[in-house]
């Protein structure tokens, strides 16, 4: 019995500590990003559990990583650090200038799939 219990709260820890965010856009506005690489912040307003809403930022080095010219999520991954030139291109979609191992190229993502919004708090 003691081992079953120490798998389950094992398991229950796995299962919380993937706990994964997005679809900020649902409940967000007025996104747009703010700073200037390496220290780029996602800005919006977002709705509150209570009824209210709360202008949010999130720095995007703590979500993002820049592999060989691409981005991609990973906590902690400060992907702009070697990514320049970022804007908005339409709704959440981010477009970047990486670099790679020689050279650059242009990365987009779709900032909705792996940021949410936490009680008014942007989360990734």
Known sequence: MHISINLFAIASFAVSGALAFSNFAGSCSGIHLS?????????????????GTETSSLVLNGCYT????????????????????????????????????SGADTSDIDLNVNIGNDNGQLVC
């Open 35 to 51: 700073g200037t690489e390496p220290n780029l912040d996602l800005v919006a307003t977002c709705n509150r559990a209570s009824g």
């Open 66 to 101: 820049n592999t060989n010219g691409q981005l991609s999520f990973q906590k902690n991954g400060n992907a702009f650090q070697s990514c320049h030139n970022c804007f908005i291109v339409s709704g959440t979609d981010m477009r970047c200038t990486c670099q790679l191992i």
